[in-house]
Nanobody, 124 residues
Framework: QVQLVESGGGLVQAGGSLRLSCAASIPPFSGYAMGWFRQAPGKEREFVARISWSGGRTSYADSVKGRFTISRDNAKNAMYLQMNSLKPEDTAVYYC?????????????????WGQGTQVTVSS
């Protein structure tokens, strides 16, 4: 049974940092590209970052480039999102996602698997 479980969300002041984690039960984990999406209240879900199965390719939304870093540890079946210099507009529910195709994770329309989400709130 495939399962993605996010953790690490919380309340932080603007300018602060958080590290999100995604624990994945996807055999084999290394066969999947992974990504992060977010959805703010009243807004559509949007792409944040993605990483290829090997970790050799990454891409970011322009809004987070230079502030967020995506990474993965295939030995631990885990993916991470280091978020620095957080802004109030980063407030959203953050979702972990997985798909065998890296290209699919550029948007969320055909992603194979989703986590339940973790709330990130950035206060001004």
């Amino acid at each position: 049974q495939v399962q993605l479980v996010e953790s690490g969300g919380g309340l932080v002041q603007a300018g602060g940092s958080l590290r999100l984690s995604c624990a994945a039960s996807i055999p084999p984990f290394s066969g999947y590209a992974m990504g992060w999406f977010r959805q703010a209240p009243g807004k559509e879900r949007e792409f944040v970052a993605r990483i290829s199965w090997s970790g050799g390719r990454t891409s970011y939304a322009d809004s987070v480039k230079g502030r967020f870093t995506i990474s993965r540890d295939n030995a631990k079946n885990a993916m991470y999102l280091q978020m620095n210099s957080l802004k109030p507009e980063d407030t959203a529910v953050y979702y972990c996602s997985a798909d065998q195709a890296y290209s699919v994770l550029a948007n969320g329309s055909r992603v194979d698997y989703w986590g339940q989400g973790t709330q990130v709130t950035v206060s001004s």
